[in-house]
């Protein structure tokens, strides 16, 4: 029994503290940095996890399942992990960890039906806060990729009319509009299917601009996570992403000018990875090329 305590005492202090995700303008070094942080918080889940089950009596229906709840959201982790989406890995882990603890905490107190109760209700209170965590998370991606392209097509219609893309920007503002009302009421579940369609409409009004003027831009989510499947995806959505910022920044301002060269500097090195045949570095800078190039965009449309 001291032993498995010293284990719950150490987990929770190693997750107590989960830092937020590094800064964009770090760079290259951020992402290395949070992706060291997600694989040792990784390995210390899994340890605690297969610790967890040997200790976990095969009668303890409830704590039996905590510790399934605990290892799907393990498994959800490493899919997020895998895709980039790191701030979301993050809270899985965590998630994970608190879960294996409630079913130990539940199993060595089988017997004692206040303890059960705590443990219980505390879970749902925290699950219910993760879930609305993580819906703010996809908001804020989502309005930032849905401001990109508004401006983008805005840009593009300012140059060359397109009377059908035109329309779809309309109804673009008038969806992103309204989902941002429904943010500040905090009805998430409509903002982020507002947000979805806005951001399906907005694609559509830049494709078909780009398409009248015989070019084709688009960056479509692979369903596979193998490396070569995301080096295509990430190399793709980064060219998206510079053509949009050629539309936007201007030699006039020095703060989003320097993002950009910083961004163009990233893909550079991202090019010399994949000369080398090494993908996943590739993989990682051509991420903080394209959040720095998001970072110039939204600077520049200040």
């Known amino acids: 029994m001291p032993k498995i305590l010293a284990l719950i005492l150490f987990v929770a202090l190693s997750f107590a503290w989960s830092p937020a995700p590094v800064a964009a303008e770090d760079g290259a070094s951020a992402n290395a940095k949070t992706i060291k942080t997600i694989e040792q918080k990784m390995k210390t889940n899994t340890a605690f996890l297969k610790a967890a089950a040997q200790v976990i009596d095969a009668g303890g229906k409830e704590a039996a399942s905590f510790l399934k709840m605990a290892e799907m959201a393990a498994g959800e982790a490493e899919v997020h992990y895998k895709k980039g989406e790191y701030e979301f890995a993050i809270e899985d882990i965590s998630e994970s960890t608190h879960l294996a603890m409630s079913a130990i905490i539940l199993s060595k107190n089988q017997q004692d039906g206040s303890i059960r109760d705590v443990v219980i209700k505390e879970e749902l209170v925290l699950k219910e806060k993760r879930e609305i965590e993580k819906k703010e998370a996809m908001i804020r991606k989502s309005i930032d990729e849905v401001e990109i392209f508004i401006r983008t097509a805005e840009k593009l219609l300012a140059r060359n009319a397109n009377d059908s893309a035109g329309e779809k920007l309309k109804e673009t503002k008038a969806l992103y509009d309204s989902a941002k009302k429904d943010v500040a009421a905090g009805r998430m579940d409509n903002a982020l299917d507002g947000l979805g369609k806005a951001y399906m409409l907005a694609t559509a009004a830049v494709k078909e601009i780009k398409r009248s003027q015989n070019d084709i831009i688009t960056f479509p989510k692979p369903a596979v996570t193998d490396e070569a499947a995301l080096l295509a995806y990430e190399l793709n959505k980064n ?64």
Not at 249 to 260: F, H, Q
Not at 275 to 301: C, H, P, V, Y
Request: avoid cysteine; hydrophobic fraction near 40%; charged fraction near 30%.
């Open 239 to 302: 060219n998206s992403y510079v053509y949009f910022a050629a539309q936007v920044v201007t030699s006039g301002k020095k703060e989003p000018s320097r993002l950009l060269d910083d961004g163009m500097a990233l893909k550079d090195e991202a090019t010399g990875a994949i000369e080398k045949g090494d993908n996943g570095k590739a993989i990682e800078l051509l991420k903080a090329s394209t959040e720095t190039i998001i970072r110039a965009i939204k600077a520049a449309s200040e």
